[in-house]
Every structure is written in C-alpha cells, then in structure tokens.
C-alpha cells in the first residue's frame, strides 16, 4: 500500500467523498461514477472511479446498482492502492475489498430490515467488524456500532434543489470518533461503505430499489 496514503489515512478523523459531476446525467444517461477524496482540510489526497468499459455502461443503464462492477481506488498521484468489486445481486448486496494482489481485506453485505438500513461488516476472514444501521428518522445517516458502541459515522451532505434533482452528484462525510481506534484496513473498509451508500442509493434507478 502506498505510503503516502496509509500515513494520511491513518492520522485522518474525518474524510469527504464527492463524486464528481457528469453533464450527461442532466439527459438521463448514468454515467461510470468517479469520486474524489479529500481530507478534513479539503486536501485531495485519493481518488476511486468505476471501471470503464462498453459492457459496464449498458449495464448500468439496465440494471442499475443491482450489476455487476469495480470501482478502483487510486493515490493522489493515480498510483493503485485497491479495488473494490459488487457481484451481481437483486437482494442483499454485497460488496467485497481486494488489496494489488487480489487478497480480500473485508466486507460489507447488506441485511433484510423494514424500517432502517442495515448492514454487517467483515473483515478478511469473514468475521464481524461493524454493525452500520441507520436511525429510523435519519435514513441517510449511518452510524458505525461495534459491540453496541458507536465508533464511526456516514452522512450524506445535502446540496442544491437542482444538483439533487437533476443530478447523482453527492458529497459524503465519513468521520472516525475522537478516541477510537481503526486499523489502516478498517479505514479502507469503512471508505468503500461510503460509496457502497451511493451506489445503493443515490444512483438514479436506486430509487427503484
């Protein structure tokens, strides 16, 4: 892993992940997401963008966050640090975390719930890390539980009428609890939970999920 990276990562509280704005959206076509990472600072210090690929773009088109893909996470520098892959599934999504070599770093599946979002984190060997569970009257914030302790955070910064609307540009903020303590993989899991939120739920035909 990068050095650079995982010094900024490991000392970081807070980071914001905004994708980046695609002007076909404004006709209805989905575009491959892209996201820039930025620090508490607003310093950009990673990227993370969906594959590029003619098969990829027709099934975004008719599948929506229910397809099949990679998104590729990059330095700031455009080096590869790791991706992170969705295999295709209408019911309880998974996406899964892979290091340069292919070995898995963890997980995050989500859970059958009727009133809030859920999901269960793992880690490499398939076990529990976190609990990720919406409150029933803040459905897109996302506190992260371990043993019945909130450690972490996600929440979704609302933009203009016209951006949330028209577009799927988002901005979220993912924050680290002063006081607690995450390893370097732990950190990389809980960024890829953030755009796993996206993905499920703001692309355009996650509305129909």
């Not at 989905?30 to 594959?51: C, G, P, Q, S, V």
């Not at 599934?89 to 859970?111: C, T």
């Amino acid at each position: 892993m990068n050095n650079h990276f995982t010094k900024v990562l490991s000392n970081i509280d807070e980071l914001k992940v905004d994708q980046v704005f695609e002007a076909m959206e404004f006709l209805g076509l989905e575009t491959r997401n892209r996201y820039k990472i930025l620090t508490n600072a607003e310093t950009l210090f990673a990227y993370a963008a969906e594959e590029k690929n003619m098969l990829g773009h027709v099934a975004r088109q008719l599948f929506g966050h229910w397809r099949t893909f990679n998104v590729f996470f990059f330095d700031k520098d455009k080096a590869p640090l790791f991706r992170a892959h969705h295999p295709f599934r209408f019911f309880f999504e998974r996406i899964e975390i892979y290091d340069q070599n292919d070995n898995l770093i963890g997980s995050i599946e989500q859970n059958f719930s009727l009133f809030r979002k859920h999901f269960t984190i793992y880690d490499q060997n398939d076990e529990t890390l976190f609990e990720m569970k919406s409150p029933i009257f803040k459905i897109w914030t996302f506190p992260i539980y371990r043993g019945g302790e909130q450690l972490a955070l996600i929440e979704k910064v609302w933009s203009t009428l016209l951006q949330e609307t028209f577009t799927d540009k988002d901005i979220f903020m993912l924050k680290f609890l002063k006081g607690q303590s995450f390893s370097i993989d732990e950190k990389i899991i809980l960024l890829v939970a953030t755009i796993f939120i996206d993905l499920l739920y703001f692309e355009e035909k996650a509305s129909l999920a």
